[in-house]
């Protein structure tokens, strides 16, 4: 059952129950009000009558006399709900009663055996009584310890009331109730309209959509809900796109890893399995060992610079220290002194005494990899600079430059500008990815300035 249906049918029950309690509360009450105002009419009624028929009574007149008297006044009375009854004798012993007027079913001994109450103080007695499914209210009088008058009041008429009002109050009621149902309903469509919407939405979410959203129309909780939903969808979608990203990443890092390590291999395999089979002369010898070093080599650093971004690639924190510039560029100078050395270039190191925090080892091997990769853009005899100001260190060489559709490009793993020299020179493409990923755990900012035929700038900005 649909959460409307359940609601509607909630509300519709709570409502015909309400209803109805107010219904039967106010029908009691209205009951009582109208058995009330016909009783104190009929008592009104009983007492003149009474009272009338006392002022014709005299005192000392007979029991025949009486008797007489009260059937020619209940005769004229023609009141087929008035009784009377003559008590003849004058000791309790000798006392019978005579009916002088009776026109009900109620005999004296049926009347005699009814529990009467006074009524309002004075000498009329009344009793309620219930015959044949209607309501009578009898009063009581005895007039001069001799005449007992009765008049029996039926309330026929305030049931036929109560019984009209009934019908009347429910059918207001149902109509009441069943336009508000209906009110209702078109309510509920629209209230509800929107968690409709975003049931559908979450549907097509979990099949995949992950662009879905909803549109926020109102401002209430259900808006509230529709903007957290949209929130989710994006956070979704972000992280989705993201682990799909890194997968296409992971998918293609390890394809061009299969592919650098191919050619190495094969060369290396080849190389072993000439000096496995083929006698050669020893130049050539030492010529194939030598490859086959510089090949075990390259696959060495290629390993090592593997390893090290797989470590970066793990949420493990890093602890910075505030390290002076000079005590960095100093590392770095020390590590590339050899390779400067063997191409007769020359490392300008400037700065004035900053300081920033950072994980030593790691940085040390950012500035390795820009100083070799200007190095390797560089022709012999060329200068690379190092300098720091503001919140900034710059590796600058006056070497090829990269092109400003490449630049974009080689911070990914494995990509080459010159595919050629890298692999001459024996680099896989690895050292900016490396680069890039220890700058970006150190909330580093990697800018690149550089023109063809002039040289690079790399700018690292810490934040």
Known sequence: MKLRTKILWISCIALLAASLFGDALILRITGKSLKSEATIRAYQSFYEMTGELEQGLIRNMDADMRSVYLEYYFKNLKDDYSICFLWVGNTEETNEIRQIYNHTALSAGELSQMDFKSYEGDDITYVDYSRDNTDYVIFRMNIQDKIDVYRVVPMAEVQNNVRRLTGYILAITFGVAGITMLVLFIILRHILQPLQELNETTKRLAEGNYDQRVVIRRKDEIGQLEESFNKMAEAVETSTRSLEESERRKTLFMGNLTHELKTPMTAISGYAQTLLSTKISRENQEAALLYIYEECGRLERLSKKMMKLLELD????????????????????????????????????????????????LMTDVLINLIDNGIKASDSGGKIILRAYDNCIEVQDFGQGIPAEEQEKIMEPFYMVDKSRSRKSGGAGLGLALTAMIAKRHNISIRIDSKEGEGTRIILQFV
């Open 314 to 361: 793990q949420d493990e924190s890093l602890v910075f220290v505030d390290t002076p510039v000079s005590r960095l560029f100093e590392a770095a100078a020390k590590s590339c002194e050899v390779i400067l050395r063997e191409k007769q270039m020359t490392l300008e190191c400037i700065e004035h005494g900053e300081h920033f925090p950072m994980e030593l080892d």
